[in-house]
């Protein structure tokens, strides 16, 4: 029997006009009401939702945009917009979403360039796949990663050579602007010998993006790279989304057992969208006017790309980092040293050189190197950077003419290399450095000098000669057992 008429229609039936809305019976959220907006800063009551849910806040009639949010006080629910905002009254409606697999992952993404969302910015067309995927992170137990013991060929020459990048590490590239980066990104993306390529962009300008999607990576570079862009004149949610967008998106073919590198252009921009939130939500800023929970994200996020469970895939990442005015003590430039395995610096001197790319090789260090790489090329990437260091030590003597040839044997050797270890370092936009050719090169520069000094030492090719010999013989210590 249904309902009598007295009562009206049964509560099923009145439940169902609410269908339209993402209530699913398991948990039914009420809907809040928008009291204030200030800046980006949307406030709500009547919402009993976590930080983190998605909500969707009425426009007017079907026009709706989503927000998320990002913390409360009280009965008060701050929402901060993904997409800019107009129209927004008192009193709109904002609804909770159920957590949605929403986000399109596979091949056909391959060759996009997509915003934070997922939603196309290229023109081509909706992203069609099976799957659906939601952003949260794909979670691996730390203790179950496989650890780094395979080098990454990133086909640039130093980097293969005298900084080598192991698959499922984490490397920063600090650099001022204008010195290289997207050209050394570009690169890596055509270069590298990963199966797929996944590059963030991350609050650059907007003409920054078309320049690198077209000149940069060009038809060819795009095959096997996805690009997820978020410009600066976007959200900052926007910005945040498209960073961990593209993090899940590399955790999705890594969960696939592939290779996957992941390009973050920059780290910076993601740790200013982040204080640009906390700061509306009034979180009081702390060293150089970021909140203390900018610097519990950036792990959050970087320690997502690693290998994955053994025998799976790997994320190998690269996270730009600003070093406005070549500062590297800025606070995020320090915050991410300490949680990656290396930085890779970018040096505007070498630039103003037209040394590109622009590596200052005494400066970077890959901390998985010795793990990944023979002990004959630690070695010898090793006396790379001592000859350099012992040419820049003297430089100013030497460009004088106070320094006289003779005197000292490494100054000596140092001179007379010094244009090929520059050579070595600089490589053309579209030169390929693979592998295995970067260290046969290497090989090739320094084995003369290191065999020309052990004679003169009188020492047989052991690497036991003056005061290189301290450094390599713990470099080459624990190597030996790990081989
Ligand atoms: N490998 C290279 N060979 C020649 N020129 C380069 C190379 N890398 C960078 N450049 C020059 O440096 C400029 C700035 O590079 P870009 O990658 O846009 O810098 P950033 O991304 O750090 O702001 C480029 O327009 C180009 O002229
Ligand atoms: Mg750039």
Redesign the pocket.
């Known amino acids: 029997m249904t309902t009598p008429h007295n009562t009206g229609p049964s509560l099923l039936d009145r439940m169902q006009k609410y269908r339209q809305y993402d209530f699913v019976s398991s948990s039914v959220n009420a809907s809040g009401r928008l009291t204030r907006m200030v800046g980006l800063t949307l406030e709500a009551v009547g919402l009993n939702v976590s930080v983190g849910r998605q909500c969707r806040v009425v426009v007017s009639g079907d026009k709706e945009i989503e927000a998320e949010v990002v913390g409360f006080h009280n009965e008060k629910t701050f929402l901060m917009p993904v997409q800019k905002v107009e129209g927004l009254r008192p009193g709109a409606r904002v609804i909770p979403v159920e957590s949605h697999k929403n986000l399109a992952m596979g091949d056909h993404l391959k060759g996009r360039i997509v915003n934070g969302l997922g939603q196309p910015l290229d023109g081509k067309g909706t992203v069609t796949d099976d799957t659906k995927v939601d952003l949260e992170p794909s979670v691996i137990n730390p203790l179950q990663r496989h650890p780094i013991s395979e080098p990454l060929d990133v086909g640039i020459r130093a980097i293969n050579g005298l900084l080598t990048v192991g698959k499922g590490q984490r490397i920063g590239l600090f650099?001022?602007?204008?010195?290289?980066?997207?050209?050394?990104?570009?690169?890596m993306t055509r270069f590298t010998t990963a199966d797929i390529v996944v590059v963030g962009l991350i609050g650059e300008r907007g003409r920054?993006v078309k320049?690198f999607v077209d000149h940069?990576l060009g038809e060819e570079g795009l095959k096997k790279a996805i690009v997820v862009a978020a410009p600066a004149d976007e959200a900052p949610l926007m910005r945040l989304r498209a960073a961990q967008l593209s993090t899940r998106i590399a955790e999705h073919f890594r969960d696939q057992g592939k290779d996957v590198l992941l390009l973050m252009?920059s780290l910076t921009r993601f740790a200013q969208a982040q204080r640009e939130i906390s700061l509306a939500i009034g979180e009081p800023p702390a060293t150089k006017g970021y909140p203390p929970s900018v610097f519990s994200k950036i792990p959050d996020l970087v320690e997502r790309a690693g290998n994955g469970d053994e025998g799976g895939g790997s994320i190998t990442a690269f996270y730009?980092v600003l070093t406005e005015g070549d500062d590297l003590q800025d606070p995020v430039a320090d915050a991410s040293r300490a949680i990656l395995d290396g930085h890779i610096v970018?040096s505007r001197q070498l630039?103003e050189e037209?040394i590109?790319?622009?590596i200052d090789v005494e400066a970077s260090i890959s901390r998985v190197m010795p793990n990944v790489s023979s002990p004959a090329q630690m070695q010898q990437a090793q006396k790379f950077k001592q000859l350099l260091a012992r040419y820049k030590a003297n430089k100013d003597l030497i460009a004088i003419g106070a320094y006289a040839r003779g005197n000292d044997a490494e100054i000596d050797m140092a001179i007379d290399k010094k244009p090929e270890l520059v050579n070595y370092v600089?490589?053309?936009?579209g030169e390929a450095a693979p592998y295995l050719e970067s260290l046969a090169s290497l090989e090739t520069l320094i084995l003369p000098t290191l065999t020309n000094q052990s004679s003169t030492a009188g020492i047989q090719p052991k690497p036991n000669m003056n005061n290189t010999a301290q450094p390599q013989a713990t470099a080459s210590g624990p190597l030996t057992g790990r081989h």
């Open positions: 650099a001022g602007s204008g010195v290289g980066k997207s050209v050394l990104m570009g690169m920054e320049e940069i252009d730009t970018l630039a037209g590109y790319p622009a600089c490589q053309n936009i």
